[in-house]
C-alpha cells in the first residue's frame, strides 16, 4: 500500500514550523509535500505607535512584521501568537483563541488606551470595526499581504492518493476548494473550525475533521492520530 501524503498548504515558514511540533512516528509514517497556497509578504506599513498605545495580534505573521514591543500591551488569539509577542518584547495577554472571544473579552474589560490591530490585507471577524462600535478605539492597520498561490503539480499529483490536509484559514480553505477542482476525493481534512471548514462544504472529502477548538494542539493531535492510522501497513 502506497504511504499516505501529509499535504500541508500553509505558508512556507508555518509549515515547517507545524512539522516540528509532530512527532517522529507521525512523520514517519506519512510522505510529506509542503505545497504553499499562499505567500506572506510584509508591506512596510508599521504605524508609529506611542509608549501608551497597545496593539492586536491574531496570527503570528502580525508579530513578524510588526515593531518590538518595548513592553507595550499586545492583545492576542491563540497562545503561539501571545508567546510570539512575548518574544518580541510586548507585554502580551492571550485574550482568547478566537477573533470572537478577542472581542468578548476586551469589551468586558475595556483597555483606556489607543488599540491597533496589526494583521493582514485579509482579516476575519472585522475586529477593530466591531471595538470601535462598541466604544474601544482600534484601527486595523494592514502590515503584510497574503498572496494566492497555485496548487503546484507535485501536490496536484499526491491528491490523486490518500492525503492528510491540515487547513488553517478560511482563505486558504478557498483557495484549496479552487485549485484542487474537485479532486478531494482522497483528502482527510482536518479543519481548525467551522468557519474554516464551510468553503470546502460541497466538496467530496475522504472525510472531514472539524477541531472542538481552534488551538494547536488539537490540529496537531489529530494529524498525528491520521497519521498514524492510516499509514499503518
Known sequence: MA????????????????????????LGAVRLVLAP??????IGNTPVLGPDDGVIFTSRNGVRFAPDGEGRLAFCVGLQTTQAAVANGWKATQAGNTAKELIVSLCASVPRIRLFHLGGEHTIGDIAQ?????????????IYKQNLLPLGPTATDALTHCCIV??????????????????????HVVALSKAVAAPLS????????????????????????????????
Not at 4 to 21: D, G, M
Not at 37 to 42: A, D, H, P, Q, R
Open 3 to 26: 504511504m499516505p501524503t501529509l499535504l500541508l498548504t500553509r505558508p512556507e515558514t508555518s509549515a515547517r514550523a507545524f512539522v516540528a511540533t509532530l512527532s517522529s512516528d507521525a
Open 166 to 187: 491540515p487547513v488553517f484559514s478560511p482563505r486558504s480553505a478557498q483557495q484549496l476548494a479552487e485549485k484542487a477542482q474537485g479532486r478531494l476525493g482522497n483528502s
Open 37 to 42: 497556497l499562499m505567500e506572506i509578504v510584509g
Open 202 to 233: 460541497g466538496e467530496s472529502t475522504a472525510s472531514c475533521i472539524i477541531l472542538p477548538a481552534p488551538e494547536a494542539h488539537y490540529m496537531r493531535k489529530a494529524v498525528e492520530n491520521l497519521c498514524l492510522s492510516l499509514g499503518l501497513p
Open 130 to 142: 466591531t471595538l470601535s462600535a462598541n466604544g474601544i478605539e482600534t484601527q486595523h492597520v494592514a
